[in-house]
């Protein structure tokens, strides 16, 4: 080589050097709305990025005359040739047909997400129970005239109704500490299904951003900016069944966007004594985009539902023919809840790199319980009726800085935010009573007040295919009871502070496959009874968790992820709010795998499936009675879908191995396998549709517990099985119009 040769491809590399710059650009909808985690990828160099929260994004080593290629699920590749690097490129994004290959990997924590992000364009969301069934691996059950929250389990998890997934909406808490009923009482039935446009959520204590409840993982639901249109829905279907939703566009201007949701709901359920069930939602949304990128939104609800049920039923009663299957030992059971949040959230754009989003939200919370779980066991005259109560306010805020810069090894982020949240639980009541209107006898009543103040901060470090994400969170708890039933005045105060460190690795061995290790510490709070309580040893009891896995895409329509993990917690003390004492449970281990998939097998037929195995066991305990009671073992979730112009629909199942019931598995509560099944037929804007749930009729228990009864016949108190059947075959017809 001759040095004049020499010497040429030396000027030839510094004039790329020199020309190479950094170019900035945000991807839009159609309906101008930013797309979040767009992959842009230099078809020169091969270098890629995501897009953030805003729809910005940042590329180095682009010159002039450069081509990028855009791509993100659901939306047609878009090929940019780069004019100049001097101002932003806008990219809008145009839908399209509906291809899994267009999805890729991103190193980004929350990249498990790509699965709710195409279940949700597949599967129609029949019910506000089903927005948990969206969450892989999660599995949910009502056993109070529908109008109580779910039951949830999640990793080797009977999560009773929120103990451990912490749930929230557009940045307010539905989980509710100190509850009169549970600690962790997670109600999201004021959400309206057809609102929701993003499911965030992950599994186990490694999100600096989660707090409380935290430890198996957590579930955030976005909702829509803006309607593309307004939507008439009507549901008629078995039971005296009626569900109306009407979605309204307000306001759609190009900076402005406002609609009004509601939705009412009637049934009567399959019992034999009515549920006589009711719900009503309204919401109304109003979002606009400031000079520079900034957006304000705000966010009002309400939301109030009654009930009456048939509560959990003994086995031995069915099987003398006592009663039938949807029969009642108490058919006075139910109750009634209501719920107004006001909301909003200010998203600051300081420069293309930094933002702060900060959120403040309010809410008034009623709720009003009517239970009997033993019958005549504690008062064979009167019976075993409880009422729970409380009626709370909550509000708060957090306020989140995220500021995106590029190091040599590659892009990093910084996150840190601090917030508050403070509830006012006045008249908690746990009473005995009689047919609901005969007060017997005060158990527990008093007020409540507590708050966690928290501040945490996060890092992604790249380092070529390498990331690094260390994090910090600090929560400072303050407890406060007040028990009314004491002659005196007392207020009993407790104070405790929990640090929660995290460090994940993610690994990017090209765009279809990914590794992870990640590892961290959460807590959950116990119930303020508990804590003032001289006997409860652990406040914040730890809970240290790690996941080994990876996403991994064989082929170009096949998504594929697995992970085996580890989660251990402390000793804690459990607050009964059924029976207004405290129970203590030692330290539990838990160890399990999770798989999934999410298969494209033509253009129009999808495929999905959800495998989990969880091994449970309390570690003080003895072999043999280290059960963890409802703990399930092996569950599972998928169906077939399809997807065209015209015909939308599917088959699926659910599926949950027998599991324990108590500490020494000897009494067992039945698995089951449910199979529901839609279908809907497009006219233009008319939508006609088909909903069947447990196509098979099969007789299962939805939810089950090993109690100790007496019917008013006995002489002596029997422990076994008491359950809530499951819904028999039941059929929906649905007609929606979009103008």
């Known amino acids: 080589m001759t040095m004049r040769t020499l010497f040429t491809i030396m000027l030839a590399c510094l004039a790329v050097g020199l020309t190479a710059q950094t170019v900035e650009g945000r991807v839009l909808s159609a309906d101008r709305s930013p797309i979040i985690g767009a992959y842009?990828?230099?078809?020169?160099s091969e270098h890629h990025t995501h897009t953030n929260e805003l729809g910005n994004f940042m590329l180095d080593g682009v010159s002039p005359g450069d081509s990028l290629q855009v791509t993100y699920l659901g939306y047609r590749a878009q090929m940019i040739e780069v004019s100049t690097t001097d101002e932003p490129l806008e990219v809008e994004m145009e839908e399209s047909f509906f291809d899994l290959d267009a999805i890729t990997v991103r190193p980004d924590l929350r990249s498990l997400n790509v699965a709710t992000d195409i279940d949700s364009r597949l599967r129609p969301v029949n019910s506000a129970q089903d927005i948990l069934r969206r969450v892989p691996g999660m599995i949910i059950g009502q056993h109070a005239g529908g109008g109580k929250a779910e039951q949830i389990f999640l990793r080797g998890f009977d999560i009773d109704h929120g103990t451990d997934v912490a749930i929230s909406v557009e940045g307010m808490p539905v989980n509710m500490v100190s509850h009169a009923h549970g600690q962790g009482y997670a109600d999201l039935h004021f959400l309206i299904p057809e609102t929701i446009e993003k499911i965030d959520y992950g599994k186990g204590p490694y999100y600096a951003d989660q707090g409380n409840f935290a430890t198996a993982g957590y579930v955030d639901f976005s909702l829509k900016d803006k309607l593309d249109r307004s939507l008439l829905t009507a549901e008629f279907g078995s039971f005296n069944t009626l569900r109306a939703v009407g979605?309204?566009?307000l306001l759609n201007g190009e900076r402005s966007s406002a609609y009004l949701a509601t939705e009412y709901i009637l049934t009567d359920g399959p019992f034999e004594s009515s549920q006589h069930f009711n719900r009503l939602n309204l919401m109304g949304r109003y979002t606009t985009e400031l000079p520079g990128g900034s957006r304000l939104s705000f966010l009002a609800s309400h939301f109030e539902s009654k009930w009456d049920a048939s509560g959990q039923i003994p086995v031995r009663a069915v099987e003398s023919g006592l009663i039938g299957r949807f029969g009642a030992i108490d058919d006075t059971e139910g109750g009634f809840t209501g719920r107004t949040n006001l909301a909003g959230e200010f998203l600051r754009v300081v420069n293309r790199n930094t933002f702060v989003k900060t959120n403040a939200f309010y809410s008034r919370y009623d709720f009003e319980l009517f239970s009997n779980f033993t019958f005549f066991l504690e008062?064979?005259?009167?019976?075993?009726?409880?009422?729970?109560h409380e009626d709370r306010e909550l509000f708060g805020f957090k306020s989140e800085?995220?500021?995106?810069?590029?190091?040599?090894g590659g892009e990093a982020t910084l996150k840190g935010g601090i917030g508050l949240r403070y509830d006012n639980n006045d008249d908690v009541e746990l009473s005995r009573t009689k047919n609901r209107n005969e007060l017997i006898e005060r158990l527990q009543f008093g007020d409540i007040d507590e708050s966690n103040l928290y501040a945490y901060a996060r890092a992604d470090f790249e380092f070529g295919d390498l990331l690094i994400n260390p994090a910090v969170r600090l929560d400072h708890f303050v407890f406060n009871y007040v028990d009314k039933l004491q002659?005196?005045?007392?207020?009993?105060?407790?104070?405790?502070?929990?640090?929660?460190?995290?460090?994940?690795?993610?690994?990017?061995l090209n765009n279809r496959t990914q590794l992870f290790l990640k590892t961290g510490v959460g807590f959950h709070a116990n119930d303020t009874r508990v804590v003032l309580d001289q006997s409860a040893a652990e406040i914040l009891p730890a809970a240290y968790g790690a996941d080994l896995g990876g996403i991994f895409r064989p082929t170009g329509r096949l998504f594929l992820n697995a992970a085996l993990w580890y989660l251990y917690l402390e000793q804690e003390f459990v607050y009964v709010g059924d029976a207004g004492i405290v129970e203590p449970s030692g330290e539990t281990r838990r160890l399990?795998?999770?798989?999934?998939?999410?298969?494209?097998?033509t253009d129009w037929l999808f495929a999905d499936a959800d495998v989990n195995y969880a091994l449970a066991r309390s570690i003080a305990e003895p072999e043999g009675a280290d059960y963890i009671p409802l703990a399930p073992d092996l569950t599972s979730s998928g169906g077939l879908n399809v997807l065209n112009d015209r015909w939308t629909g599917g088959i699926r199942y659910r599926y949950v191995g027998d599991r324990p019931a108590n500490e020494?598995?000897?009494i067992i509560a039945d698995g089951y396998f449910i199979v529901d099944a839609n279908v809907n037929y497009n006219i233009g804007p008319v939508s006609l549709g088909l909903v069947v749930e447990n196509v098979l009729d099969e007789e299962w228990n939805e939810t089950q517990f090993a109690t100790e009864s007496r019917l008013i016949s006995e002489t002596e108190p029997v422990e076994e099985i008491h359950f809530t059947p499951g819904t028999p075959f039941f059929l929906r017809g649905v007609v929606r119009y979009k103008f």
């Open 664 to 666: 020494d598995n000897s």
């Open 247 to 249: 979605l309204f566009d």
């Open 379 to 388: 008062d064979p005259e009167n019976g075993d009726q409880i009422r729970q």
């Open 592 to 601: 399990g795998i999770d798989l999934s998939a999410r298969y494209q097998l």
């Open 40 to 44: 842009i990828i230099h078809l020169n």
């Open 401 to 408: 800085v995220n500021h995106s810069f590029n190091t040599a």
């Open 487 to 508: 002659t005196n005045y007392d207020r009993q105060e407790q104070r405790k502070t929990a640090v929660s460190p995290k460090l994940n690795f993610l690994y990017t």
